[in-house]
């Protein structure tokens, strides 16, 4: 027989023994799905989530990582963090005292920093929330582009080419308005001189 509740369901058996099974919660994460950093810098890997229980002094956040070179085959995960009731520190592996803790449990944030990113850190991160009993759900995923940095040169080009190119039109714009303004001057010359030579003729006596 089977009886249903909100809550619980009983399945009781010819021989009367009663087994329990509570529906399962599950915990939803939620991060970036793409993020962009210069090389060399910090990143501050943004991850939240909701349960559907209270926080539990059990939680537990596993972030782990997957190389770009490696996404398309094997899968192949490094360990970034690891957080049950405090940060554990990794003693081993290549982000060894570059990631640091920077979340808040009681704000759902579970968010880490990477410091000083590498080319290698090319991939996929993975961010996975235990709330027991929530210990199912969803996980989060943060696929990272590490680009070089802009070379000085470079932006000293750049910069002294937009310069360049300020600089002539506001030449070429000053010798246009200096122009019409010569021009306007010679125009308005003329014709006080042709008013001038027009009022000497008609003053001039008529001959007999």
């Known amino acids: 027989l089977i009886f249903k509740t909100a809550a619980v369901v009983v399945w009781l058996t010819e021989d009367v023994s009663l087994?329990?099974?509570?529906p399962a919660a599950a915990v939803e994460v939620y991060t970036?799905?793409?993020?962009?950093?210069?090389?060399?810098?910090?990143?501050?890997?943004?991850?939240?989530?909701?349960s559907s229980n209270p926080i539990s002094q059990h939680l537990s956040v596993?972030?782990?990582?997957?190389?770009?070179?490696?996404?398309t085959g094997p899968t192949q995960l490094s360990s970034v963090f690891?957080?049950?009731k405090e940060p554990y520190k990794l003693s081993a592996g290549r982000f060894k005292e570059r990631v640091t803790w920077d979340g808040n449990i009681e704000r759902n944030d579970v968010s880490i920093v990477i410091w000083n990113l590498q080319p290698t850190d090319n991939g996929t991160f993975t961010c996975q929330v235990k709330n027991p009993p929530d210990v199912d759900g969803t996980i989060g995923e943060v696929r990272l582009r590490v680009v070089q940095k802009v070379h000085f040169s470079e932006i000293h080009f750049l910069a002294v080419a937009i310069g360049s190119a300020c600089v002539l039109m506001i030449i070429v714009v000053t010798v246009v308005i200096i122009c019409r303004h010569h021009q306007?001057?010679?125009?308005?010359?003329?014709?006080?001189?042709?008013?001038t030579e027009l009022e000497e003729k008609e003053a001039s006596p008529l001959e007999d």
């Open 19 to 22: 087994t329990t099974l509570w």
């Open 32 to 50: 970036s799905k793409e993020v962009d950093a210069v090389n060399g810098t910090n990143l501050r890997l943004k991850c939240t989530f909701s």
């Open 62 to 71: 596993t972030w782990n990582f997957q190389p770009e070179d490696l996404m």
């Open 82 to 84: 690891y957080y049950l």
């Open 184 to 195: 306007k001057k010679a125009q308005e010359k003329r014709i006080k001189v042709a008013d």
